[in-house]
């Protein structure tokens, strides 16, 4: 899925507010705040909803399996 330090990241690449974030992805500033604290375990949907904003405007995650890596990258520009 995704992890709180990869919507973190994403927001930062694109210079976004959590507001912002939560309005894109249409669900609350809390659950935002929640979300990248990793103080809650959200519903399948929400996740989804905030991974479909992020990579609407063009960021990529990706966690290759069995490495314990993660990470963001916005398209033409080199991950992190």
Do not use: H, Y
């Not at 609407?56 to 993660?70: A, C, D």
């Amino acid at each position: 899925m995704v992890t709180p330090r990869e919507i973190r990241a994403a927001r930062a690449l694109l210079g976004w507010t959590r507001q912002e974030l939560a309005d894109r992805a249409i669900v609350s500033l809390n659950t935002v705040i929640r979300m990248e604290q990793g103080a809650t375990d959200p519903r399948t949907s929400t996740v989804l909803a905030v991974r479909d904003a992020l990579e609407k405007v063009g960021v990529t995650f990706f966690s290759p399996l069995g490495q314990g890596e993660e990470g963001v990258k916005i398209k033409g520009q080199t991950p992190v």
